[in-house]
């Protein structure tokens, strides 16, 4: 999937007119450009966060695109890669390269400019028809204000809501969602915070452990942790985070859901929203305690933590790396695909993160 960010309103006219040799010289890691419909992109800044990596980048570094991106075995793009071209763009193909006739070469530039989505209130608001499941683009929540008040005071039907919150959008930075920068600052968490807060009760945790049932049963129990860990990964992110059969019909349910996951469906690739705030997680770490606890003896609730917590925190770096990182382990390479898959394609499969286990289990894997 070769998803692009924000677009911005770009006309021929302000752009230079380059030939493909021009283009062909772009075709290193430094500097790496795109032909798509006649236009020219310089993906170079975005080239590490490419769902489909950095090297198909580059294999297509110089070359015109526009065939690959819409061919289903190469792998098929969704509307939002489209949408996120504009930002990139530096100028138009020559009408002499591009083999066809001034005013035919108008035509499929102005076709182009119009597949990028107007703005109302910095909000995109149409998309022209692609391949993904996801719906076509219309008014919904400006990112540029913040967002969750804008939420309360609407009028979206459920409907109306899931459908546009689920159809990703791009910004540079972090869109506001209380407004107030105290309040902005509970809902920003940078990745490097998750390790700092949970590595140390992680410790305690084997160390409690040690102490109650052995050294020998922790390191027996640890792996079936990290196993039940995947299990809650699946059941939360799928009944919990994408609770949209159950979910009421009303402004102050849908503002929840909003900021619980969907603003991670609206802004995918924001950095400081991509693991959960520590005061979340440890709100959730006790809810599941206290689940457990009810009905499986004491120190094997201990027992499990050991490998309970090590699973959540590598789950929130592992969704995290997926988004930005470059992974170097085919398993990883895969998830990265898969997961954004999930973003720009169908919100409603593939639910996990760290494996496809638990999708091919109850059968939401996502092709």
């Known amino acids: 999937m070769m998803g692009l960010p924000p677009a911005t309103a770009t006309t021929t006219q302000q752009l ?23 236009k020219v992109y310089d993906v170079s ?48 193909l020559s009408p002499s390269d591009n083999g066809n006739d001034d005013k ?11 597949s990028s989505p107007t703005k109302q209130n910095g909000a995109p ?19 540029t204000k913040p967002m969750l008040i804008q939420m309360l005071r609407s009028d979206y039907s459920k409907a109306y809501y899931l459908e546009q919150v689920h159809i990703p959008r791009h910004t540079h930075g972090s ?12 809902s920003l968490t940078p990745w490097w915070v998750i390790p700092i807060v949970w590595i140390p009760l992680w410790s305690l945790s084997i160390y409690i452990a040690a102490n109650r049932i052995g050294i020998t049963a922790v390191a027996q129990l640890m792996p079936l942790g990290v196993l039940l860990w995947s299990f ?36 995918p690739m924001d950095r400081m929203r991509l693991v959960m705030p520590p005061a979340l997680s440890i709100a959730l770490a006790y809810g599941l305690w206290c689940f457990f ?3 499986l003896p004491l120190n094997l609730c201990f027992g ?21 990182g470059r992974p170097f382990a085919e398993h990883l390479r895969e998830m990265k695909s898969y997961h954004l898959d999930h973003h720009y394609k169908d919100a409603n499969l593939g639910y996990g993160i760290t494996s496809k286990l638990w999708d091919r289990v109850f059968g939401t894997v996502l092709w």
């Open 16 to 38: 230079p007119v380059l030939s493909r040799a021009q283009v062909a010289q772009h075709n290193t890691a430094k500097s790496v450009w795109l032909i798509v419909r006649n």
């Open 45 to 92: 800044q975005f080239m590490f966060d490419h769902p489909g990596g950095e090297e198909l980048l580059l294999q297509y570094g110089g070359q015109d695109v526009t065939a690959v991106m819409q061919d289903e075995l190469e792998h098929l793009h969704s509307d939002s890669a489209y949408d996120m071209l504009d930002e990139y763009c530096v100028g138009v």
């Open 104 to 114: 035919k070469h108008s035509t499929l530039s102005s076709a182009s400019s119009t």
């Open 125 to 143: 608001t149409s998309v022209t028809n692609g391949s993904s499941n996801l719906a076509v683009k219309r008014p919904f929540i400006d990112y």
């Open 175 to 186: 869109a506001p969602l209380f407004g107030p920068w105290y309040l902005e600052m509970l």
């Open 232 to 267: 809650i990964e699946y059941t939360l992110h799928r009944f919990v985070f994408h609770v949209e059969e159950i979910l009421p019909d009303h402004r102050v349910a849908l503002s929840l859901h909003f900021v619980l996951h969907g603003i991670h469906h609206f802004l």
């Open 293 to 295: 606890s009810m009905f």
């Open 304 to 324: 499990l933590a050991t490998g309970v917590i090590p699973g959540y925190f590598g789950y929130d770096l592992i969704h995290y790396y997926l988004h930005h």
